[in-house]
């Protein structure tokens, strides 16, 4: 069986990243979602093992100290990790989805130079302040902190294969899944096909 692609949602908090996630997952065969661990409380309708494990601190450490995670990162006081035996189980089965920060995105691109990472940017620095502020659980000061975080993060735009503006959902939809299907096409990845072809 032959290994699957591994694909990064990335972009600041707030630009839509688990919103796009979402929908490209319902629109693409053959993908699954990788998920996270983290030590922040549930948001909205989120449920353990859905959108996230959902664990303590010090369970997280622990993992961290057990060398579970392939990459794990603070950001805003909360700790995001990505499970190696989650990763190697599901790139086994076929192309995987991961819906991490821009740190971790760096992370995986040193582990896995191969993979396809998109970088969502929001229309405007503007945009995204409102669309923080409509966030019920962040403060003034947390949304400035995310802000600043933010600049940094879509600088290193050189560092993904892609960039989408998540302007329209369904247009940054579009984009994301255009890529997927784009990139399962290439070459390299259908030589299967082509040797039963000659």
């Known amino acids: 069986m032959s290994k699957g692609m591994l694909i990064v949602v990335s972009g600041p908090s707030g630009v839509g990243k688990s919103t796009v996630v979402r929908e490209v997952m319902k629109r693409l065969d053959g993908l699954s979602f990788s998920i996270s ?65 821009v740190q971790g995105a760096m992370s995986i691109k040193r582990l896995f130079p191969d993979s396809i990472r998109i970088l969502l940017f929001p229309p405007s620095m503007e945009e995204l302040s409102n669309r923080l502020r409509n966030r019920k659980d962040t403060t003034d000061l947390e949304i400035k902190k995310r802000l600043k975080v933010a600049e940094w993060e879509i600088s290193m735009y050189r560092e993904f294969t892609h960039v989408v503006i998540n302007d329209e959902l369904e247009k940054a939809v579009d984009g994301v899944t255009a890529i997927i299907k784009g990139e399962r096409l290439r070459t390299e990845r259908m030589m299967n096909k082509i040797k039963e072809m000659l």
């Open 37 to 101: 661990h983290t030590t922040r409380k549930p948001r909205g309708k989120e449920q353990h093992g859905r959108e996230y494990y959902f664990v303590s601190r010090e369970e997280f450490e622990d993992m961290i100290e057990k060398g579970e995670f392939i990459e794990w990162a603070e950001v805003y006081g909360n700790l995001y990790g990505t499970s190696k035996r989650e990763l190697e189980r599901r790139v086994k089965e076929g192309d995987v989805l991961l819906d991490i920060d």
